[in-house]
């Protein structure tokens, strides 16, 4: 029973696919890649020398890993007025919330790892982008459930003094975020473990802080699910997942017109304290950005 009313097991809210479009496109890009070694090789080698590079957080404040640590989360809200200026100087920059999200988690980022008294003048920052990969699908894929996502890695130089050219920034981190959808990027993330390292491997032990963050983002959430009947409305929605080997993971969407943000991170690479400090760096900027 919900709301004083019988669950009705006819009603269905999709069905599960076995992402069979994803596994044909891959082969394909792999049999293509294998005809050019050298440029699979190279795919190869920046891929491993982005994982094996020394991330931001871990360089700045330095923890021991903790074999019981716990994922824990921060969540912060914009208001609906907030939210709408947010969007509309998007679109008036030309740049979607993705891509200006991603820009602001970037240089919060480096305010943050500045407070702590890592001064640079740019900053690599090594993001996993969650790409969803029914966009890659043919016909109608809003019935299908399942998780279908990979988190093709992006890199990008921010400069330390970003704040008058944040939106030209932008527009450079949503440029390469569309050419890599365009060119099927998120399929090189699967590459390394095509080409030779087994499941068992990569997942043997606990790897350290493989990028900066990583970043999940499902957009308006009204426009996907009800969210108010008549005896019962959706308030807040929470997502989270297990930050096995990154620090921490930035999920955002639009649920009753306002901006909702979950910080997911690892207790033995983040404390709650600094957690949440990023959270109000992040907020602060979005704010900051918005009035420019």
């Not at 109608?140 to 990008?156: A, D, E, Y």
Request: net charge negative.
């Amino acid at each position: 029973m919900i709301t004083g009313k019988p669950v009705d097991d006819k009603v269905q809210m999709g069905n599960v696919a076995s992402g069979e479009e994803t596994k044909v496109i891959l082969t394909a890009m792999v049999k293509r890649l294998r005809e050019d070694k050298d440029r699979l090789q190279s795919i190869i080698e920046d891929i491993n020398k982005s994982r094996k590079a020394e991330k931001l957080i871990p360089q700045t404040f330095p923890m021991p890993m903790d074999s019981n640590y716990r994922v824990e989360m921060v969540l912060q809200d914009l208001d609906k007025e907030t939210t709408q200026k947010f969007f509309k100087r998007c679109k008036q920059e030309g740049v979607t919330v993705n891509s200006a999200m991603t820009a602001v988690i970037n240089v919060s980022l480096v305010d943050f790892v500045r407070e702590g008294g890592l001064e640079q003048d740019t900053y690599t920052i090594h993001e996993l982008h969650g790409i969803n990969m029914r966009r890659y699908w043919s016909g109608n894929t809003n019935g299908t459930l399942g998780c279908h996502m990979l988190l093709p890695r992006v890199l990008f130089s921010t400069p330390a003094k970003w704040r008058e050219g944040f939106w030209e920034y932008t527009r450079t981190i949503h440029d390469t975020i569309v050419r890599g959808l365009e060119e099927k990027d998120a399929f090189l993330s699967l590459l390394e473990m095509v080409e030779g390292a087994s499941p068992e491997t990569i997942f043997e032990k606990r790897p350290y802080s493989e990028c900066d963050y990583a970043i999940g983002n499902i957009g308006n959430v009204d426009n996907r699910i009800t969210t108010k009947m008549q005896n019962v409305q959706l308030c807040h929605l929470v997502r989270s997942v297990s930050c096995w080997n990154d620090p921490m993971y930035s999920f955002f969407h639009t649920l009753n017109g306002c901006f909702a943000y979950s910080l997911v991170y690892c207790n033995d690479v983040l404390t709650r304290e600094m957690a949440s400090r990023f959270l109000d760096i992040t907020f602060d900027n979005i704010r900051a950005v918005t009035q420019q």
